[in-house]
């Protein structure tokens, strides 16, 4: 049996929870494995990892997990570095940030000491993700630019409109839809300068979803339309999957239901059909608030069940974030109707659901029970109305 | 109830397995390992077993760490039993595999440690009664 092999029966066995990541990894430290492991295996592991990535992501990440221990027995830093980037990869995926920051971080710093200059650009582009995506965009500009710098000096044309873009993502997040735009008509320019479509049908939507979010959905949709056919023309189907959900949320911004429906309903039909459980897993949730939306609950409720069974299936902790988000938000209507409440509820337990009170009681634990029995288990916020917000000590050491 | 130590923490650990469900108890996680923690306000539970128990916070609360970082973490409900006796309480999650018991439901129990002997007794708080005195005339 050859490594790679191996690996791939490891990881099966992880998936089929006969063994843990950690009982494997200790297994690809083991002698009898470490004396197989050349550094052209640890590229193709790596490589492997990738093309997994948005198929199978927790395949993806528990071999990334593998191949990086793997390349520690192998005393070349850059293979080590390249390894802990593809794992901070894998683990974007999933939506580990913290750990794919620390990876990164790992990476960077040996890149930096090897003066790889194109390796410390990727890298450099990586970290801007994970910030991006924890919405520190201050933090995410600073990695962008320095890759935008790396990519300019080694004349990495495409590598250049690819950070433009990003940056215009970051202006886009913080409501700079003027900059944005400039942003993304320069990566657009270089795309189609060299020759780049699949990067020019990014830059396309990313223009569209600016006149989205400017409330100019009819624009939106014709770019949207454009960087469709882009998608379709070239074979991009994730790029494909993207135009059609943001064609989709257009749709829904007009209210226009019905059309809605039909492409999240293709998007669903895509995704299934490209074994992109992750995909999927987000066009059922988006699915279920259309369903909201249309005041269907019941129907709303099932895709978002739903969609949270194959985040979990999947390792995702997306679901947790939407779910922080909803909590939140919750958060919001209660702070907003405080004063209303304190007067006819003071030292009594509220529930609080799409930004209604949805129920009262003396008891936290009734309450609760009470809504997930008429309900199911919905994102409900249930705070004590009238108690100062006190700070839970947990002085012992553990990680989150 | 006695029970000894957990000798595969250097040194010895308190530790005590529980089961954890959701409120409704449609699902169920047997045998968590949940180390006792005076220290602690409030119960931690692994954030797998939440994750596979698939239940929902109900708010947002700031939690003060070993660095006295005040970090914000999702608040959970759950059923808890533990020593043959069920507590539905609140919960966060930490990302190591054990948990730990706070003092939300440690105060409700008398625990003896024999340390020499890595054992410790846990028995549920007993209510002295008031003995009843009748005065004869």
């Known amino acids: 049996m050859d490594i790679i092999e191996i690996f791939l029966n490891l990881v099966d066995k992880i998936e089929k929870k006969e063994i843990l990541l950690d009982e494997a990894i200790k297994e690809v430290e083991s002698q009898k494995i470490k004396d197989l492991i050349e550094r052209e295996n640890i590229f193709k592991l790596n490589d492997l990892t990738n093309s997994f990535a948005n198929q199978f992501p927790i395949k993806a990440y528990y071999l990334a997990s593998l191949t990086y221990e793997a390349s520690k027995a192998i005393e070349e830093r850059d293979l080590k570095a390249y390894s802990a980037f593809r794992l901070g990869h894998s683990s974007c995926f999933l939506a580990k940030y913290k750990e794919a920051m620390e990876l990164f971080e790992e990476a960077l710093q040996i890149f930096e000491s090897l003066n790889n200059r194109q390796a410390i650009g990727v890298v450099s582009g990586g970290l801007g993700n994970v910030y991006f995506s924890l919405g520190e965009y201050q933090k995410a500009m600073d990695y962008y630019n320095k890759a935008l710098e790396i990519a300019r000096e080694i004349g990495d044309r495409q590598g250049e409109g690819s950070e433009l873009g990003n940056l215009g993502n970051v202006y886009s997040s913080l409501g700079e839809y003027q900059k944005a735009m400039d942003y993304y008509n320069k990566a657009l320019e270089i795309a189609r300068e060299v020759g780049d479509r699949q990067g020019e049908g990014s830059q396309l939507g990313n223009l569209g979803n600016v006149y989205s979010s400017l409330g100019e959905y009819q624009k939106a949709m014709d770019y949207y339309n454009k960087a469709l056919e882009i998608a379709r023309e070239v074979g991009d189907k994730k790029g494909v999957v993207c135009s059609l959900n943001n064609i989709a949320s257009a749709y829904l911004s007009l209210e226009k239901y019905q059309e809605a429906e039909e492409y999240l309903k293709e998007v669903a039909m895509t995704t299934k059909k490209m074994g992109d459980k992750l995909g999927f897993a987000i066009v059922i949730a988006n699915l279920g608030s259309l369903y909201e939306r249309k005041a269907n609950f019941q129907e709303a409720i099932k895709n978002y069940l739903k969609a949270s069974l194959i985040f979990k299936g999947i390792g995702s902790h997306l679901f947790e974030k939407i779910l922080k988000k909803a909590i939140l938000k919750e958060k919001e209507a209660f702070l907003k109707m405080e004063n209303e409440l304190l007067k006819k509820y003071s030292g009594k337990f509220v529930a609080i659901l799409n930004g209604e009170l949805i129920g009262v009681s003396e008891d936290e634990i009734k309450l609760a029970i009470k809504i997930y029995k008429e309900r199911g288990y919905v994102p409900v916020y249930i705070e004590k109305v009238g108690e100062k917000e006190r700070i839970v000590e947990i002085p012992s050491p553990r990680r989150g | ?137």
Do not use: H
């Open chain 2, 1 to 137: 109830m006695e029970y000894l130590y957990d000798n595969e923490f250097q040194p010895p650990a308190l530790v005590l397995n529980i089961d954890v469900s959701d409120l409704l108890q449609e699902r169920r996680i047997e045998k968590v390992s949940c180390k006792i923690d005076t220290g602690a306000d409030m119960t931690v539970i692994s954030e797998n077993v939440v994750a596979s128990l698939k239940l929902t916070p109900i708010k947002i609360i700031p939690v003060r760490d070993y660095y006295g970082k005040i970090i914000e973490q999702e608040l959970y409900l759950a059923k808890l039993l533990l020593l043959n006796c069920e507590f539905n309480v609140e919960i966060i999650t930490t990302a190591e595999k054990i948990g730990f018991i706070g003092r939300d439901i440690l105060n409700q129990w008398v625990i003896l440690l024999d340390s020499p002997r890595k054992r410790f007794n846990m028995t549920k708080k007993a209510w002295k009664l008031w003995n009843l005195l009748i005065v004869k005339r």
